[in-house]
Nanobody, 120 residues
Framework: QLQTVESGGGLVQPGGSLRLSCTAP????????IGWFRQAPGKEREGISC????????KYADSVKGRFTISRDSAKNTVYLQMNSLNAESTTIYYC?????????????WGQGTQVTVSS
């Protein structure tokens, strides 16, 4: 089963930007629809963006639309999440996984995630 590794999180000031990376050693991410997810304390994990295997279809949750951009570099076997205009509500752990495009639900096991903290 696909196993992903996330990186790129960190501490950023409000209004700042971060780019998260998703890799999957031993797997070819280009074969999967991949999504980014996050889980705030006390809340269910939510899908924030999903992209089909060839990138032809991309979906975003309303909460991140216009601020976050998902992309993939098949040569690097990496899927990215560019996050701009970050705010305190963006503070949480972010995960990537294979994604069911219709529901934006994860289909593969969770990795360790990467922590994003937005604070001044």
């Amino acid at each position: 089963q696909l196993q992903t590794v996330e990186s790129g999180g960190g501490l950023v000031q409000p209004g700042g930007s971060l780019r998260l990376s998703c890799t999957a050693p031993g797997f070819t991410l280009a074969n999967y629809a991949i999504g980014w997810f996050r889980q705030a304390p006390g809340k269910e994990r939510e899908g924030i963006s999903c992209m089909t295997s060839r990138g032809g279809v991309i979906k975003y949750a309303d909460s991140v639309k216009g601020r976050f951009t998902i992309s993939r570099d098949s040569a690097k076997n990496t899927v990215y999440l560019q996050m701009n205009s970050l705010n305190a509500e963006s503070t949480t752990i972010y995960y990537c996984a294979s994604c069911a495009m219709a529901t934006m639900r994860a289909l593969s096991v969770w990795g360790q995630g990467t922590q994003v903290t937005v604070s001044s």
